[in-house]
């Protein structure tokens, strides 16, 4: 079992900046992937971005690509959200994920969930 832990959210302007963190603990040594997710009011859950283990591919979502930089610190095992240039729509509740494959995260399934942290942005 992995525990994952979110925090960084807070209430910007839009334009603004914002860094999350997901700190992992637990049997880190079965992950293979780590992902954000994010959760809209009324909307379903939508991936934003992943990293494999060794940091070496990303993914991301088209919405996201070029204003997002999902980063991570193997040894403190961390994984960052860098949020540029940030808009309205990117409002929502999100969500730190652990999986063993990346076809899962595509599919909205994880091994593992933080409690997700709340990112507010005004226009």
């Known amino acids: 079992q992995v525990q994952l832990v979110e925090s960084g959210g807070g209430l910007v302007q839009a334009g603004d900046s914002l860094r999350l963190s997901c700190a992992a603990s637990?049997?880190?040594?079965?992950?293979?992937?780590m992902a954000w997710f994010r959760q809209a009011p009324g909307r379903e859950r939508e991936f934003v971005a992943t990293?494999?283990?060794?940091?070496?591919?990303?993914v991301y979502a088209d919405s996201v690509q070029g204003r997002f930089t999902i980063s991570k610190d193997n040894a403190k095992n961390m994984v960052y959200l860098q949020m540029n240039s940030l808009k309205p729509e990117d409002t929502g509740d999100y969500y730190c994920?652990?999986?063993?494959?990346?076809?899962?995260?595509?599919?909205?399934?994880?091994?593992?969930w933080g409690q997700g942290t709340q990112v507010t942005v005004s226009s």
């Open positions: 994920a652990a999986a063993r494959t990346y076809s899962s995260l595509r599919r909205v399934v994880a091994d593992s």
């Open positions: 637990g049997r880190t040594f079965s992950i293979a992937w």
């Open positions: 990293i494999n283990w060794s940091g070496s591919n990303t």
